[in-house]
């Protein structure tokens, strides 16, 4: 179970860059870009914690707490890329 919670969130983060700038394509008024900027980021860093730690709770890695400080920077190489 651990695996396909970690497969699902790791599949919305491939996803996220793509809907919020697709969002902010179809509604610029509705969605500045500092909206689109921080949506991305944040729950982009939320989802790659999440799946980080679900993944290794179940392995009894510590895997999560690079995730925890450096995911925020992940997510900015994506929404750059």
Known sequence: MNDVISAACLAVLALLPL??????????????????????VGLGWGLLFVSALVNESAK???????ALFRGWAIMLGLLAG
């Not at 969002?23 to 500045?32: E, S, T, Y």
């Not at 009894?60 to 690079?66: I, M």
């Open 19 to 40: 809907l919020v700038l697709g969002l902010r394509v179809a509604r610029p008024k509705w969605m500045p870009w500092w909206a689109a900027f921080v949506l991305v």
């Open 60 to 66: 009894g890695g510590a895997g999560h707490v690079g």
